[in-house]
């Protein structure tokens, strides 16, 4: 946007008053206008006026000299104004002190910092009301395969399109945050100089914003990436900023302060849920690794074992990737228990990746029906070793299900 900036003073304080206020409504009322041969023409004008006007020393101006147009400039931080010199400046009498004199003036650079950082703040709402108003639709086939469908019913259908929206939520809402994170930081380095009166507090909300949206924006990409260090970053980050009760507080009569306060809580809650599940996990992969190869082996030795057992291992080796054909016969999980180097048992619950169950819901659903009649103690009064495996299993489901 094309900018020029042409303001006049008196050596009247009254009369700077006045034009300040003036100045204010004219930035407001011809920011958006790009008709630059219209505003060269009234300044043209005013030139011609100035020439005509008595001036009390009896010294002409020099036009020239303080008569100066600003080059059109490619930025789009300021304003372009279409001057109504009638509205701008008032008549000057043959009697009054001064002359009118052009210059820049940093009261004008301030009110343009002012109107630039509240649309922008302006734009930013809009977006983030546009975002939440958009209703996700998802056609769950397009994003898990069919066979990890069948079985389920209408309930649980509903849920795994409910996980698959709310997924689909947050990529979407990450990169509009994205977007509104340049923004936010494109205008504050136009502005970063104006740390004073008005214009310096709404820098200050601005850059407020700007960490709202970006612990959001980082928050909902670890989320999408199970990135449980940088998820622990994101949780320390929020609240040792102490940015929900600053927005809250501060900018009570800001709507889109007081919402970004609800969305950072909200990540805070969901980071802190995740870093928990991740606990849990951390604390099962700790008693895995305490697994002597001679309890594997203790399990491998039956023949026949008990129901409760074999069910346990049947479900642990569908959460490691195996099809549910092939674990159905107790001799082939007796091999699977046999297996040395990266494909043992413990090697694989040790580097099992999460991800690795995406979009397997019957398998996670087939694997839950298994353990589900089971209780921690019964299997511990059975096999000290099915216990920890059992454990193992219910972390893991139950992460499934909160991170998908």
């Known amino acids: 946007m094309t900018f020029m900036h042409v303001v006049y003073t008196y050596q009247s304080r009254n009369q700077r008053y006045l034009l300040r206020k003036k100045i204010n409504n004219l930035i407001e009322k011809y920011k958006y206008n790009k008709d630059v041969q219209k505003l060269k023409h009234e300044v043209e004008e005013l030139r011609k006026l100035r020439t ?228 849990d996990m951390l604390r099962m992969k700790a008693k895995i690794e305490e697994l002597k190869q001679a309890t594997i082996a203790e399990i491998r030795s039956y023949s026949d074992p008990p129901e409760s057992v074999g069910e346990v291992m049947k479900a642990t080796f569908l959460l490691l990737g195996e099809s549910f054909a092939d674990i159905q016969k107790w001799a082939k999980i007796r091999v699977l228990l046999g297996k040395m180097g990266k494909r043992a048992v413990k090697h694989r619950i040790l580097n099992f990746d999460m991800t690795s169950l995406k979009g397997k819901y019957v398998t996670v659903k087939r694997a839950k029906i298994l353990c589900r009649d089971q209780t921690l103690a019964e299997i511990e009064s059975v096999s000290v070793g099915a216990a920890v495996f059992f454990s193992w299993c219910m972390v893991t489901i139950d992460a499934f299900e909160m991170l998908t």
């Open 52 to 279: 005509t006007q008595k001036l009390t020393d009896g010294i002409q101006p020099d036009l020239n000299q303080n008569q100066k147009e600003k080059p059109e400039s490619s930025s789009e931080t300021f304003v372009t104004a279409e001057m109504d010199v009638e509205a701008v400046v008032p008549h000057i009498g043959e009697h009054e002190s001064a002359p009118l004199v052009a210059l820049e003036s940093a009261e004008l650079v301030a009110a343009d910092v002012e109107i630039v950082l509240n649309s922008v703040l302006d734009n930013i709402e809009k977006e983030m009301i546009n975002m939440c108003e958009v209703e996700i639709q998802v056609d769950v086939t397009d994003f898990v395969q069919n066979d990890e469908l069948d079985g389920l019913d209408e309930d649980e259908m509903n849920l795994v399109e409910a996980q698959i929206k709310q997924e689909e939520e947050d990529r979407k809402h990450e990169e509009e945050y994205a977007k509104m994170e340049i923004v936010l930081q494109n205008n504050l380095m136009r502005t970063k100089d104006y740390a004073e009166d008005e214009a310096g507090r709404l820098v200050e909300k601005v850059n407020g914003i700007l960490a709202g949206v970006s612990n959001l924006k980082k928050g909902l990409c670890a989320i999408r990436q199970k990135d449980i260090d940088e998820i622990r970053i994101i949780a320390e980050e929020i609240d040792n900023s102490d940015w929900i009760r600053i927005l809250r507080e501060r900018y009570t009569d800001s709507s889109i302060a007081q919402r970004l306060a609800n969305d950072l809580e909200k990540m805070r809650s969901r980071c802190n849920l995740l870093i928990e599940k991740f606990a």
